[in-house]
């Protein structure tokens, strides 16, 4: 699921810092809702589509990476991100909405899922934030996509989050769910009231052994857990269910998530290669591309609150608050809202 608390945000701008921004989130954001809404995006009953037609697979960087791709191959460019313990499947409703809206949408297994696998067996088993948004550039180096519109939720929202910040050339437009998430390691160190520290069990689970073989033998009874508890008002059926976790079943799945977990609050080292990239995070970067930042009215994991995080998008910005008992995983509880959300940041 996604990033710090929003109690790490607060201490990290202040109670002055938040005041202002709520302020500005409630007046000078509602200027930059304009977005021209050339395309509608028309309305869909989620679950309507169940399957991609192909998987792809490209070497990129350190993985051989599978991915759906959709649409025509001289459109304009998507890159959906999806996030744990979801797969491509959070997009399989979106992805054919932006394919009619003229849209090439590329959706990759992220490090860990599906058929995305590693070309070495040396190379480590790193869930670190830099390591899987430096896989997606390398994907983008793959296709020979100068730039795209990059979207995501929950680790695919973080992953879209750094990209933007560290290669805004790259990125012509963002949709984050959640909003900011770039992690910072450092405020990770603070102690959170114990209400907020209870909404991240699964992360102190994963730091001890017991959790690690813990979700290794009950992985997916683990991820319906997190699917029922991040979205409480979601009634998807066991089929849905079974498709996004079958890319559990991928070889590095339990290494790359523990060490996700265990690298946010320091228990576990990065690659040296990134510390330059993870310097430059820890500075939580303002986002200058145009964003707009979505949240479900029901998502029962932990989240900021967007006027904790409105002043970290210095260029075009809008938030969509999507209600009727959305959660967690909103792109495929709500894909009309996504995908339109898409289109009209790519024309912010």
């Given at each position: ?7 790490p945000?607060?201490?990290?701008m202040?109670?002055a ?7 500005q989130?409630?007046?000078?954001r ?11 995006i028309?309305?869909?009953?989620p ?8 998987i792809?697979?490209?070497n ?10 959709v ?7 998507v ?20 394919a ?6 590329i ?16 190379t480590?088993?790193?869930?670190q934030?830099?390591?899987i948004?430096?896989?997606?550039v390398?994907?983008?180096d793959a ?18 989050n750094?990209?933007?910040?560290l ?8 949709v ?5 998430l770039?992690g910072s390691?450092e ?17 102190f ?7 690690r073989?813990g ?13 029922q ?9 066991d ?5 996004s ?5 991928n070889?590095d ?5 523990i ?5 946010r609050?320091?228990?576990a080292?990065?690659e040296?290669e ?7 995070l ?13 949240e ?10 967007p ?16 209600t009727?008992g ?5 792109p495929?509880?709500?894909p009309?809202?996504f ?6 940041a790519?024309?912010?």
């Amino acid at each position: 699921m996604t990033g710090e608390f929003n109690l790490p945000r607060r201490r990290f701008m202040g109670v002055a810092a938040l005041a202002v921004a709520a302020a500005q989130f409630g007046i000078g954001r509602a200027a930059l809702a304009k977005s021209t809404r050339e395309t509608s995006i028309p309305a869909t009953v989620p679950g309507t589509n169940t399957f991609f037609a192909e998987i792809k697979q490209v070497n990129a960087g350190v993985l051989n990476i599978g991915y759906a791709e959709v649409g025509r191959r001289d459109a304009p460019v998507v890159i959906l991100l999806h996030g744990w313990p979801y797969d491509i499947h959070t997009y399989v409703d979106v992805a054919p909405l932006l394919a009619k809206a003229g849209y090439r949408v590329i959706v990759p297994y992220l490090r860990g899922y599906g058929t995305t696998r590693f070309l070495s067996a040396d190379t480590p088993r790193n869930g670190q934030q830099a390591a899987i948004a430096a896989d997606i550039v390398a994907l983008m180096d793959a296709l020979g996509l100068d730039k795209a519109v990059v979207a995501g939720c929950d680790w695919g929202a973080r992953t879209a989050n750094i990209i933007a910040a560290l290669w805004p050339e790259r990125c012509k437009a963002m949709v984050s769910v959640s909003g900011y998430l770039i992690g910072s390691r450092e405020a990770n160190r603070m102690p959170l009231p114990p209400k907020a520290e209870l909404a991240w069990w699964y992360q102190f689970y994963f730091a001890t052994e017991r959790g690690r073989a813990g979700y290794e033998q009950h992985r997916n009874d683990f991820a319906r857990l997190i699917w029922q508890l991040a979205s409480p008002k979601w009634e998807f059926d066991d089929a849905t269910f079974a498709r996004s976790a079958a890319a559990l079943e991928n070889p590095d799945h339990v290494d790359i998530t523990i060490h996700n977990y265990r690298w946010r609050i320091s228990l576990a080292d990065g690659e040296r290669e990134f510390d330059e990239l993870e310097d430059r995070l820890a500075s939580l970067p303002v986002i200058t591309v145009p964003t707009i930042t979505l949240e479900g009215d029901a998502n029962g994991a932990p989240h900021p609150d967007p006027a904790a995080y409105a002043k970290k998008f210095s260029g075009k910005y809008e938030h969509r608050l999507i209600t009727g008992g959305i959660g967690h995983n909103l792109p495929q509880e709500a894909p009309q809202a996504f995908a339109q959300a898409v289109v009209d940041a790519d024309r912010l």
